[in-house]
């Protein structure tokens, strides 16, 4: 009978083993990452993967180049509100499956360097600048001020997703991060008018030099 791993060719051998090696990297990190496990969860030859991927730092490296390149498009529903809790759906979605533990794992532990680092920043800054893009219609269609700081706005709500998502003991369910993005969004809009108020409010209690 012949043996079934070796009937997977092409793209479709390159996708299996590469997913398998993201889980294999949120798994073990790839400082132990072995291309003989991702073999084996990939249930392929170990000799086809060394012949594309000779080293495991350059499996993972492929790995991460191949998550780099799905989908972020961020979402439209016609209003930022809405954008942002679609947004924060979708992060709940995602922040379990293998390519995005593996690029937070990477980010947040410090242990790749060089090249491989390189690249898990270049992945998140290419989604930070995707994700972006909702607020910046946010302000173009005026349900943000002009001067709003899309920069920050956008950090306080990833910093709070990670938290709620991620990080906290238990993890918030839909309700719970859904107020959160109603917070953040009306307090944005209530700052965005203060320092005016303040500038203002300064002049007003200046002495007068007459």
């Given amino acids: ?42 249930d392929v030859n170990k000799t086809t993967i060394y012949r594309r991927w000779p080293t495991p730092e350059g499996l993972a490296r492929a790995a991460l180049a191949c ?47 060089g090249p491989l680092a390189r690249l898990t920043r270049g992945i998140q800054e290419k989604k930070h600048a995707q994700w972006k893009l909702m607020l910046k219609r946010g302000v173009s269609r005026g349900e943000l001020p002009a001067g709003a700081n899309v920069d920050l706005i956008y950090d306080v709500v990833v910093g709070a997703l990670i938290y709620l998502v991620v990080l906290s003991p238990r993890r918030s369910d839909a309700t719970r991060v859904g107020r959160a993005i ?18 203002r409010s300064a002049r007003a209690s200046r002495p007068s030099r007459d």
């Avoid at 809790?85 to 532990?109: N, Y």
């Fill in 1 to 42: 009978m012949a043996d079934a791993r070796k009937q997977v060719r092409g793209e479709e051998l390159v996708a299996k083993v590469l997913q398998a090696a993201l889980h294999e990297v949120a798994r073990v990190g790839v400082e132990h990452l072995s291309i003989e496990e991702v073999a084996a969860r990939a």
């Fill in 67 to 113: 998550a780099a390149e799905a989908d972020s498009s961020p979402p439209d529903t016609g209003s930022l509100r809405g954008d942002l809790h679609e947004f924060a759906r979708a992060f709940r979605r995602i922040a379990t499956l293998p390519d995005m533990k593996t690029v937070l794992r990477l980010r947040w532990s410090g242990t790749a360097n």
């Fill in 182 to 199: 109603d917070t953040i969004l009306d307090g944005a809009l209530r700052a965005t008018g203060r320092p005016a108020r303040r500038r």
